[in-house]
């Protein structure tokens, strides 16, 4: 029960596809709701830190202020790291050339495989939207024609959707 002997947790988030890049430390204060005792241990024990990035690898744009700089470099290399449009050669370029980074066997293996989980959650994504697009469309009385040439799929991958998703193909 050595509460001094705690040590400061940060759990850091990365938020994409922001309208502008920031970065928020967010932390406890002590607000005694009840009762006489303080806590005398660290208050700032537990840490949140927020970034939040447009997906852009080159936006700078601006003047920096120098209290600023730091947190604008961690945007800039997220936004580097995590951008949908630029392919791993130009990445790792970028990388090395803008922020000193030594890209070895071991790390490209890594961005690689983040990077492809990223490109594969987006695409879970986009297709789960997809999705529900032909089944909205198709409850409102749209035939599976129209949303196929809409869509720019079959009407039998149209058809799948719907059945997959317990739709009734009654129109």
């Known amino acids: 029960m050595k509460f001094d002997n705690m040590v400061k947790v940060y759990s850091i988030w990365i938020v994409a596809n922001m309208e502008s890049n920031s970065v928020n430390h967010i932390h406890f204060v002590q607000d005694t709701l009840y009762g006489t005792y303080k806590w005398t241990g660290d208050t ?3 840490n949140i830190v927020i970034a939040g990035i447009t997906g852009k690898p080159d936006e700078l744009g601006e003047e920096i202020d120098p209290a600023e700089a730091d947190s604008m470099e961690l945007c800039r290399m997220l936004n580097t790291l995590f951008a949908v449009k630029l392919d791993n050669r130009m990445r790792f370029q970028m990388l090395a050339d803008d922020f000193g980074i030594d890209i070895d066997k071991g790390l490209r293996e890594e961005v690689e495989a983040m990077c492809n989980l990223g490109q594969g959650l987006l695409e ?26 809409a ?21």
């Open 124 to 149: 879970k994504g986009v297709n789960k939207a997809q999705e529900e697009a032909i089944i909205n469309f198709y409850k409102v009385g749209v035939n599976v024609t129209v949303i196929a040439q």
């Open 151 to 171: 869509m720019g799929k079959t009407e039998e991958e149209i058809e799948k959707v719907l059945t997959d998703h317990g739709v009734n193909l009654d129109h």
């Open 44 to 46: 700032n024990v537990i």
